[in-house]
């Protein structure tokens, strides 16, 4: 790939700290599913806590540490508050990750049939 080149991916790159800050970021099942969530567009945190199935507080919580983190920005509306993803890269690494889990399952993982069939992964 030749943004791996372009961003200088090497053993000694400046960012690799600053990339395992991110996947601690992102050890946590709700934070996955809140990416997952907004991968689509922009949703208050009420939607949001509806769909991971979990309180307004707590999701209020991870959004504040994702958005410290800058993997998710705010739009108010009234006294509303919508999130959306910052870039497209948290939502890659959720999905490459999600195809990397879908091979400990051993067989030929579903996100290869859709490549197969010419779909997206």
């Given at each position: 790939?030749?943004?791996?080149?372009?961003?200088?991916?090497?053993?000694?790159?400046?960012?690799?700290?600053?990339?395992v800050e991110v996947f601690a970021m992102l050890?946590?099942?709700?934070?996955?599913r809140l990416i997952l969530a907004l991968r689509d567009g922009?949703?208050?945190?009420?939607?949001?806590?509806?769909t991971v199935a979990k309180p307004q507080?707590?999701?209020?919580?991870?959004?504040?540490?994702?958005?410290?983190a800058r993997m998710v920005?705010?739009?108010h509306e009234g006294t509303r508050?919508?999130?959306r993803l910052e870039n497209?890269?948290?939502?890659?690494?959720v999905a490459?990750?999600?195809f990397q889990a879908e091979h400990t399952l051993g067989g030929t993982p579903r996100h290869h049939h859709a490549q197969a069939e010419g779909g997206a992964a």
């Open positions: 790939m030749n943004a791996d080149k372009a961003c200088r991916l090497s053993v000694d790159s400046e960012y690799v700290e600053l990339a050890a946590e099942a709700t934070r996955v922009e949703m208050s945190v009420n939607e949001l806590a509806e507080s707590a999701v209020s919580q991870h959004l504040a540490k994702m958005r410290m920005s705010t739009r508050v919508f999130y497209e890269h948290a939502r890659q690494l490459d990750a999600i």
